[in-house]
């Protein structure tokens, strides 16, 4: 009997044992695994050791490896020779403070009645461990109808993503043998806006470069000095200003190189969005896209790099005033870069760009802040089609390809250290309030969150 | 026997009575007169009125005037047919702290031997008791040797200089009819670099003005929508940067309406004095004149007007990094104005401007700190030259007409509410130590700053 054959089996496995697996989430989300706060090490570790046993319950070679440090668990299914993929989640959450806006105890989890369904109420419900057991459920499923689990998976839980992944890179340096697959599975994702389905082919990368400009070695006085000192904040703001040109276009020589226009496949996908740059932008009381002229909202947040200023102190800014010319200005300076373009190249070029603007008897400073290229994802492996359309057969409507204008790190980890390309799938909702007061997860989006899982899996076993 | 055969006389005078001046001005140095500690308001007052009863044993008119903050004392010599001249100076002076750095204490003077010469040693020694009491000391002798005091002089004594002058101008204002004279008369001012005595014909005016964009409502994530929301930073950055053109002038329309190329005959009085800017920027640790290409260093800070930032602020500028695209940014922004530029209508020019850059669904918010046009004096007004000779023969070298970068409220002032323009002249050395600890000032400056008044008198009374 084929896998697709025994779908509909898994899937009924799956609704049947619905309240066991919120059972079983709900353990999960009981252990306080909060990453950032040390005193929470213990709890941290033990949910690393929940996992495991799950895992190995399941008939997976699990363990908990230590790291400088919280752990990582892996977990490996038999071999055989279908498509290895590495699926990666994290169990570690975020703190709890405020704890007297949560309407019941963090790690009480409950599961409530809510004005769209039933929603899973904890601290990590949604980031990310309701997310990582759709994956598990899944797999119990398959193993339940199969009697096997599917081979050449390989599982990746982090216990640091709330505090930095500061193990993961060397982690994943150590192990690239044993972690390499063709693709990795990302279950840190949400639904598109209105709970469309959706997989994220392409995010951003972001370098980060701070420069401090100094002039003379002391604050000066404006009307002894003033016409003839130079004045760093304004070579700050000259420098900044050109960065951009009037058609929104940055000027960086070479800024573009890398930089492709949206294959035609996506921009229709992404129309088909209907993305509503207005409402998205009176929410936080704008109205006017400022990006290149003749770009769709979408592809200035999605496709578009760009270069923003994220800071700028220099001199007297507080009450009063000062007639002071300062010694030195400062400034944060980010690119989110898309396509191609090279985090080095466009450091490279910033530098050279604000050098071009330092009088002989000033000096810059240059602090780098991180560097990582864009994410894009080959969508010509039918894995991603062949997931789109378990997607959408699975939530009744058509899934989307969409962009995301921030970085997941991760993605980018797994493209640089172990050369996948990651299938960024998840079930998250926007009002899930992750990071926040009474997190909660839909009872709605686990469910059917494991069932998509089911379908992808059987998908790419086909 | 006329004013200028008698001159000789009261320079004897006051070369024999300078022991006894030093012995009046410790007495005044005694007064702990800080205008900015109310704990000390009886001492300002007892100053005054110290003043007061000097200047009444002198046979002035004197009176002590409640203000709401501190006194000002006022002094008239007999009416005559002179032409009426108006004497400024300042009995309050700056706090000491630290104590803990002052050699002796700050109230105690005494005159002590310095590398340069004598030097007299405490709190208000130069500024400006010591200055103020040249005054002082050359009617002394002019009464001692003419048997009257000069005719038609006016004297106003400030408490407040060193907080603010807040009564002053309501005080101008109020008794504008008793103090208007055809000339001021201001000591608080210094020698040119290396004790070359030095009439100030002009100061530079200024407009000070903060500037906030608002653009959205609350700090947004740069990944979400960097490229598709406006920027409070890069807006004010571009607005500030296009101040400026590439030769250094400024570009608002109008800008330099008012300004005048200097008179030839001053533009040789500064070619004479050898500033040497290359010395004076490398002082602060610089070496480049960045002023309007084409004009001396002097003419930059002295004659030319300009524009400044003094402070900006926006997004996050501590440690680290923050991928934030600001809700807002803010500047401070100062011209500082020549000739006749008018305040009112750079300030306008200005915020017509920074709205030019703004985005239709952005704001900006004005703040207006203070306007006063520059002052420049009628030196084709006699008394100017009379005043310069008269300080190149008591000081044997070449009197020069600078310039100050910065301004002189109390010029302006006079200027505005009672119509005058002032001779401003003092003798205080660049290494006087005014405002910090162990202020001093030298002997020679108060023995040749008053035989300089006694033969400026008497050049103005012939």
Redesign the interface.
């Known amino acids: 009997m084929g896998n697709e054959a025994r779908l509909q089996d898994i899937l009924t496995q799956l609704d049947g044992g619905l309240d066991a697996a919120l059972d079983r989430l709900c353990d999960f989300l009981r252990i306080p695994s909060i990453s950032t706060d040390p005193a929470h090490a213990g709890d941290v570790r033990r949910a690393a050791e929940w996992l495991r046993d799950e895992l190995t319950g399941l008939g997976f070679d699990a363990q908990v490896h230590d790291t400088p440090g919280h752990p990582m668990v892996t977990a490996r299914s038999p071999k055989g020779d279908a498509r290895p993929l590495l699926f990666y989640g994290h169990y570690d959450v975020q703190p709890v403070d405020p704890l007297e806006l949560w309407d019941r105890p963090p790690f009480a989890p409950a599961i409530e009645d809510g004005p769209k369904g039933r929603v899973i109420r904890a601290r990590g419900a949604s980031d990310d461990k309701g997310q990582l057991m759709t994956f598990v459920e899944a797999f119990r499923a398959w193993k339940a109808v199969h009697g096997s689990l599917p081979t050449d998976l390989i599982l990746l839980f982090e216990g640091e993503e709330e505090s930095g992944s500061p193990s993961l890179r060397p982690f994943l340096r150590d192990h690239a043998e044993d972690l390499r697959a063709s693709l990795a599975v990302i279950c840190d994702t949400g639904l598109y806006a209105d709970g469309r389905p959706a997989i994220t082919t392409q995010l951003?990368g972001?370098v980060?470069q701070?420069v401090v400009i100094h002039?003379?070695?002391?604050d000066?006085?404006?009307?002894?000095?003033?016409?003839?000192?130079?004045?760093p904040?304004?070579i700050?703001?000259?420098a900044?200003?050109?960065?951009?040109d009037g058609t929104g276009r940055v000027t960086l020589p070479g800024f573009y190189d890398g930089v492709a226009d949206l294959p035609e496949a996506l921009a229709r996908d992404w129309q088909a969005l209907d993305f509503d740059?207005g409402g998205?932008?009176s929410r936080?009381?704008?109205?006017?896209?400022?990006?290149e002229a003749g770009r769709t909202?979408l592809e200035?947040?999605w496709n578009?790099?760009?270069a923003?200023?994220?800071?700028?102190?220099?001199?007297?800014?507080?009450d009063?005033?000062?007639?002071?010319?300062?010694a030195m200005?400062?400034?944060?300076v980010?690119f989110?870069l898309t396509g191609t373009q090279d985090p080095q190249a466009i450091r490279a070029a910033f530098q050279d760009h604000v050098r071009r603007f330092l009088?002989?008897?000033?000096r810059v400073e240059f602090h780098d802040?991180?560097a990582s290229p864009a994410s894009v994802m080959d969508i010509t492996d039918p894995a991603f089609d062949q997931a789109r359309t378990a997607l959408s057969e699975e939530w009744g409507r058509d899934a989307a390809f969409i962009g995301?204008?921030?970085?997941i790190p991760i993605a980018g980890d797994f493209k640089q250290i172990l050369g996948m390309d990651s299938l960024l799938i998840g079930f998250a909702s926007d009002d899930d309030r992750i990071h926040s007061p009474n997190e909660k997860y839909d009872v709605e989006a686990f469910a059917k969150g494991a069932r998509s899982w089911a379908r992808i899996l059987t998908a790419l076993r086909s």
């Open positions: 951003r972001l980060g701070e002039a003379a070695d002391r000066l006085h404006s009307g002894s000095f003033g016409g003839l000192a130079a004045n904040i304004m700050l703001a000259q900044l200003a050109a960065l951009k740059a998205f932008l936080v009381g704008l109205s006017q896209p400022i990006g909202p200035m947040v578009q790099p760009t923003e200023i994220n800071g700028i102190a220099g001199g007297y800014a507080g009063g005033f000062k007639t002071v010319l300062p200005a400062r400034a944060k980010s989110r009088p002989a008897d000033c802040h991180g995301a204008g921030g970085s």
